[in-house]
Protein backbone atom coordinates (compact mmCIF):
# COMPACT_ATOMS: atom_id res chain seq x y z
CA UNK A 1 0.00 0.00 0.00
CA UNK A 2 1.81 3.36 -1.56
CA UNK A 3 1.20 6.59 1.33
CA UNK A 4 -1.85 7.99 0.98
CA UNK A 5 -4.01 5.24 -0.48
CA UNK A 6 -7.16 4.30 1.11
CA UNK A 7 -6.78 0.64 2.42
CA UNK A 8 -9.99 -1.95 0.85
CA UNK A 9 -11.28 -2.69 4.09
CA UNK A 10 -11.79 1.28 4.71
CA UNK A 11 -13.12 1.95 1.10
CA UNK A 12 -15.68 -0.86 1.59
CA UNK A 13 -17.15 0.22 4.65
CA UNK A 14 -17.54 4.15 3.42
CA UNK A 15 -19.34 2.67 0.44
CA UNK A 16 -21.73 0.47 3.08
CA UNK A 17 -21.96 3.98 5.59
CA UNK A 18 -22.88 5.91 2.22
CA UNK A 19 -25.39 3.17 1.17
CA UNK A 20 -27.02 3.22 4.32
CA UNK A 21 -27.43 7.13 4.21
CA UNK A 22 -28.93 6.77 1.26
CA UNK A 23 -31.67 4.35 2.54
CA UNK A 24 -32.17 6.22 5.48
CA UNK A 25 -32.65 9.30 3.38
CA UNK A 26 -34.90 7.76 1.03
CA UNK A 27 -37.22 6.30 3.43
CA UNK A 28 -37.25 9.67 4.84
CA UNK A 29 -38.81 10.59 1.13
CA UNK A 30 -36.07 13.86 1.27
CA UNK A 31 -33.99 14.67 -1.63
CA UNK A 32 -30.43 14.98 -1.70
CA UNK A 33 -30.94 18.83 -2.07
CA UNK A 34 -33.39 18.23 1.25
CA UNK A 35 -30.74 16.35 3.56
CA UNK A 36 -27.97 18.72 2.04
CA UNK A 37 -30.19 21.60 3.30
CA UNK A 38 -30.54 20.26 7.03
CA UNK A 39 -27.05 19.25 7.11
CA UNK A 40 -25.95 23.25 6.08
CA UNK A 41 -23.42 21.34 2.95
CA UNK A 42 -23.90 21.32 -0.86
CA UNK A 43 -26.03 18.76 -2.20
CA UNK A 44 -22.47 17.34 -4.11
CA UNK A 45 -21.53 16.70 -1.18
CA UNK A 46 -24.03 14.59 -0.17
CA UNK A 47 -23.60 12.76 -3.38
CA UNK A 48 -20.29 12.28 -2.39
CA UNK A 49 -21.24 10.53 1.11
CA UNK A 50 -23.45 7.84 -0.67
CA UNK A 51 -21.46 7.08 -2.80
CA UNK A 52 -18.50 6.26 0.08
CA UNK A 53 -15.55 9.12 -1.93
CA UNK A 54 -13.27 8.81 0.95
CA UNK A 55 -12.78 12.28 0.82
CA UNK A 56 -15.99 13.13 2.57
CA UNK A 57 -14.58 14.23 6.22
CA UNK A 58 -16.34 11.95 9.32
CA UNK A 59 -17.91 15.44 10.10
CA UNK A 60 -19.97 15.53 7.10
CA UNK A 61 -20.80 11.66 7.74
CA UNK A 62 -21.72 12.03 11.24
CA UNK A 63 -24.13 15.33 10.29
CA UNK A 64 -25.97 13.46 8.51
CA UNK A 65 -26.49 10.38 10.97
CA UNK A 66 -27.49 13.60 13.29
CA UNK A 67 -29.89 14.92 10.88
CA UNK A 68 -31.22 11.34 9.79
CA UNK A 69 -31.79 10.72 13.86
CA UNK A 70 -29.33 7.69 13.82
CA UNK A 71 -26.99 9.68 16.16
CA UNK A 72 -27.34 6.68 18.50
CA UNK A 73 -25.13 4.37 15.65
CA UNK A 74 -22.20 6.63 15.95
CA UNK A 75 -22.42 5.85 19.88
CA UNK A 76 -20.39 2.45 19.70
CA UNK A 77 -17.32 4.55 17.39
CA UNK A 78 -13.92 3.79 18.61
CA UNK A 79 -15.28 2.90 21.72
CA UNK A 80 -12.29 2.00 24.45
CA UNK A 81 -13.93 -0.52 26.22
CA UNK A 82 -13.55 -2.67 22.79
CA UNK A 83 -10.30 -1.92 22.48
CA UNK A 84 -8.92 -5.20 22.79
CA UNK A 85 -4.94 -4.84 21.98
CA UNK A 86 -4.72 -1.28 23.34
CA UNK A 87 -6.24 -3.26 26.64
CA UNK A 88 -4.04 -6.10 26.27
CA UNK A 89 -0.83 -3.56 26.20
CA UNK A 90 -2.22 -1.77 29.08
CA UNK A 91 -2.47 -4.37 31.08
CA UNK A 92 1.63 -5.83 30.29
CA UNK A 93 2.82 -2.41 31.63
CA UNK A 94 1.04 -2.80 35.02
CA UNK A 95 3.35 -3.89 37.83
CA UNK A 96 3.48 -7.31 38.69
CA UNK A 97 3.32 -6.31 42.22
CA UNK A 98 2.22 -3.58 43.85
CA UNK A 99 4.44 -2.42 46.59
CA UNK A 100 4.99 0.27 49.66
CA UNK A 101 4.95 2.95 47.62
CA UNK A 102 1.61 2.00 45.25
CA UNK A 103 -0.75 1.70 48.44
CA UNK A 104 0.48 4.76 49.38
CA UNK A 105 -0.86 6.80 46.32
CA UNK A 106 -4.40 5.39 46.82
CA UNK A 107 -6.67 8.21 47.38
CA UNK A 108 -10.43 6.13 48.72
Known amino acids: MSHGATPEEVTELLVVCGER ?3 ARI ?3 W ?7 RMGVERRTVSRLEKGDPGVTAGVLL ?3 WVLGLW ?3 AGLADPAEDKA ?3 LEKQR ?3 RVG ?3 RGKLDF
Open 21 to 23: VRT
Open 27 to 29: RRR
Open 31 to 37: SQASLAE
Open 63 to 65: RAL
Open 72 to 74: STA
Open 86 to 88: GIF
Open 94 to 96: EPR
Open 100 to 102: KEA
